[in-house]
């Protein structure tokens, strides 16, 4: 006879061979559906729930939740929040995600839980009335974009058409237009968010302005940021494009960039990427600048270094933010690591930068098990300038603006290398490394880490390194909130113990960086 396990506990009280972990988290899932999100709960082997999981850009971030919950509005995460938080001892462990660009795994997904998708609420709307957008976190930014080029009015936000919006602006947000008008989310009039409460509330300048300050930068300590008021700036096109060079040009980029970086404050349109990007495919290394003027002027003096290098290929043209981000768009669909640092602006960092680079690419083709893998190293400018305008805005918590005022920090740089003087103009380090081969997981992820290890090393030896860590670009396995500074990490754990007593942010929703993971 076949006894079910049902039958068999009526029968001879045996409770069924289930683990309670996988009970309690399959409680959390029927508990969302009858709290009043039936139709919004997706489970394993169905197509919503493979496309959710499949949407994530990189592959090894994308994790097998018990359930995943689809809101469409703000009173849908609201139910869904008060619903995981109402069962016993926060068993129900989330996740949340929007465009699901982080590029470690557990921090916009989770096993053994259930994950918030906020990818159903992805409209733009413009409103005339007051020149401000409304954007909801689930948007990717080609359709911000879009939805706004009919009213000639943008935002400054993604440089990748498919980036996410959610993470993104409370992470900072380093944009085309960060010269002109300070970070993504230095933009941002109004953050409504669904606290762990499940309360809806709005964030801005009048209203809890004090979370309003901290979600600038602040990322997910506080609630589910849904929906995000952005100021708009004229729909100007830019000049823009990638220009692609021969390896051979590296010193002449690197004094270029040097000059440049050194020099924004004094042409606030001019923006620039620098990419060194190696394929094991081709087996070739290049140079590729993103050089992005943000009104319509060709060859601008500020971009002349750059444009006066022989180039091989390039696409510069007139064209608005949504044309120019088709462009910017690296591979989905691989496994990713990115490691991030901040330096002074020393020419000889950026040298070290691209000899690391040369160095991991020989490594890396040493070590790999397979041939479709990608050593990035991307440099980008970080200078004081980005800072005031920050703070002209009213200030968010990154803590940029610090490094203006420590003049013991500088003057002890100077002393160490006088060539350091200009130290407070930053340059932001990228290693982005990507494969398709699982097996080399361990290798591509030690390379990364290393790499910003020897680098950080290297300027500390040269009075050149600095503490701040960009947080939407950086690894789990660093601290970048630890980076903002003792300031905003203690004004940072206030605000998050305010408005979540209960620490519902901090410990049933795990993934991500936390304001409990800093040392006090
Ligand atoms: C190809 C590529 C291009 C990029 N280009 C840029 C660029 O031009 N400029 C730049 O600054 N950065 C860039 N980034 C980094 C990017 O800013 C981060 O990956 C950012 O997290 C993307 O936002 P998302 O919505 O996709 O994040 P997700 O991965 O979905 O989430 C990131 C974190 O934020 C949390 N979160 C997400 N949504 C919410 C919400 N609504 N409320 C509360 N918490 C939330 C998640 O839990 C997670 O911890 C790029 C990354 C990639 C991979
Ligand atoms: C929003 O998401 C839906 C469902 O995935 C999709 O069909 C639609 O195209 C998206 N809209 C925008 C503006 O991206
Ligand atoms: C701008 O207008 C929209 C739509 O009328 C409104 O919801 C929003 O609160 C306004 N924002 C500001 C900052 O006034
Ligand atoms: C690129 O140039 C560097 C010198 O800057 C050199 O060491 C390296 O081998 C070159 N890489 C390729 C693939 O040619
Ligand atoms: C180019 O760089 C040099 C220093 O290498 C500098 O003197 C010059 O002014 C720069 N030109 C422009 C147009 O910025
Ligand atoms: C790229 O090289 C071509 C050919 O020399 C030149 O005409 C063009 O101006 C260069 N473009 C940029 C953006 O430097
Ligand atoms: C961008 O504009 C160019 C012309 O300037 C055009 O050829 C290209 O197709 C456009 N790309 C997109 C994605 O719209």
Known sequence: MHITPA????????????????????????????????????????????????????????????????????????????????IENGACKFAVRSGGHTTWAGANDISNGVTIDLQMMNSTTYNKNNGTASILPGARWQSVYKALSPYDVTVPGGRGGPVGVGGFLIGGGNTFHTA??????????????????????????????????????????????????MKTIPGDKLWGGLVVYANSTTSQQLSAAHHFINNIHK???????????????????????????TKPVAYPKALQNFTSIPNTTDTMRFANMYNLTQELVQASGYRDVFTTGTFGNDLKVLEQ??????????KAKAAAKSKDWTVDTIIQPWPTLFA?????????VLGL???????????????????????DTKTEVLFDYSWKNAADDDLFNELARSALKELTAYSKSIGAD???????????????????????????????????????????????????????
Request: hydrophobic letters at 35%.
């Open 267 to 293: 042409d606030h349109y001019a923006s620039w990427i620098g990419m060194w990007e190696y394929s094991a495919q081709t087996d070739t290394n290049v140079i590729a600048n993103a050089l992005e003027y």
């Open 7 to 86: 039958i068999s506990v009526l029968l001879f009280g045996i409770l069924p061979e289930v683990s309670s972990a996988t009970d309690t988290t399959n409680n959390c899932c029927s508990a969302l559906e009858k709290g009043g999100l039936a139709n919004r709960v997706v489970y394993p082997n169905s197509g919503a729930y493979e496309k959710s999981v499949g949407s994530y850009w990189a592959e090894n971030v994308q994790l097998d939740p018990i359930c995943i919950v689809q809101p469409r509005s703000a009173r849908d995460v609201s139910l869904a929040v008060s619903t995981l938080t109402s």
């Open 466 to 520: 600095n503490e701040y860590i960009y947080l939407n670009y950086a690894d789990g396995s660093q601290n970048p909130l630890a980076g903002y500074g003792p300031k905003n990490v203690e004004y940072i754990r206030r605000i998050a113990k305010k408005y979540d007593s209960e620490g519902v942010f901090q410990t049933q929703v795990p993934g991500g960086f936390k304001i409990s993971e800093v040392c006090e």
């Open 401 to 423: 603006e610090r490094f203006d005022e420590n003049l013991f920090r500088e003057s002890y740089s100077s002393f160490l290398s006088p060539l350091c003087s200009s130290s």
């Open 353 to 362: 930068t691209v000899k690391i680079h040369n160095s991991v690419i020989e």
């Open 180 to 229: 002109r008008v300070g970070f993504g989310c230095d933009n941002v009039e109004n953050f409504e968010v669904v606290l762990a409460s499940g309360d809806i509330i709005n964030a801005n300048k009048g209203s809890h302005a004090d979370l309003y300050k901290a979600l600038k930068g602040g990322s997910i300590n506080y609630g589910v940021v849904t929906k995000y008021e």
């Open 388 to 396: 005031e305008h920050s703070q002209k805005r009213g200030g968010n």
